[in-house]
């Protein structure tokens, strides 16, 4: 199994400042296909994980722009250029380059 | 407007039976593959199992190997979870989730969740 392993497990932000998570990856998540299967979600507080990357650095619909992430192979990074009070939360890295997908511990957002 | 809705979650013995129910609208189902994915209370996100458009393809979490079995019903825009020899460790809220296409092998992400049905397994 792909261990996903993200760092730090909690950080407290001041709004309007950035955050940067990272998740590390057991293996490569380069697929022979060409894409790198990593994604990140975040799961508000008393509601389902949202989809916020997918395929390592594309915003899904209506993903505000301050969000962004990189990375290659066993490296990634999601980064929010300017904290808002509504992206508190837990954030999850995800793989899917083999079945039996795995998440990271998550990654808990709060406000300062 | 994309639907998942769960249901059948309850209290159930340890050593028993549940099957959970997804039933899914606003796209065409057979379209694309769908998953569950729990959360013990607390805790973070652990994929359960997949099947692709066609059933043609499914997986499981080594946690669930053997004792879980997923289904779906086209006809009846129905994503199932039949779960079997249920543990104190099965105690999550379950999730369904539609993926972005209809294979399962790679490349699945999950672009809409349902609200999650509680399953606490207890005696």
């Known amino acids: 199994d792909i261990v996903m392993t993200q760092t730090p497990l909690s950080l407290s932000v001041t709004p309007g400042q950035p955050a940067s998570i990272s998740c590390k990856s057991s293996?490569?998540?380069?697929?022979?296909?060409?894409?790198?299967?990593l994604y990140w979600y975040l799961q508000k507080p008393g509601q389902p994980p949202q989809l916020l990357i997918y395929e390592v650095s594309n915003r899904f619909s209506g993903v505000p722009d301050r969000f962004s992430g990189s990375g290659s192979g066993t490296d990634f990074t999601l980064k929010i250029s300017r904290v808002e009070a509504e992206d508190v939360g837990v954030y999850y890295c995800m793989q899917s380059i083999q079945l039996l997908y795995t998440f990271g511990q998550g990654t808990k957002l709060e406000i300062k | 407007e994309v639907q998942l809705v769960e249901s059948g979650g309850g209290l159930v013995q340890p050593g028993r039976s549940l099957r959970l129910s997804c039933a899914a609208s606003?796209?065409?189902?057979?379209?694309?593959?769908m998953h569950w994915v729990r959360q013990a209370p607390g805790k973070g996100l652990e994929w359960v199992s997949g099947i692709s458009w066609n059933s043609g393809s499914i997986g499981y979490a080594d946690s669930v190997k053997g004792r879980f079995t997923i289904s779906r019903d086209n006809a009846k825009n129905s994503l199932y979870l039949q779960m079997n020899s249920l543990r104190a460790e099965d105690t999550a809220l379950y999730y369904c989730?539609?993926?972005?296409?209809?294979?399962?092998?790679?490349?699945?992400?999950?672009?809409?969740w349902g609200q999650g049905t509680l399953v606490t397994v207890s005696s």
């Open positions: 606003g796209f065409t189902f057979d379209d694309y593959a």
């Open positions: 293996q490569s998540l380069l697929h022979s296909d060409g894409k790198t299967y």
């Open positions: 989730a539609k993926a972005n296409y209809g294979a399962i092998l790679w490349g699945n992400y999950f672009d809409y």
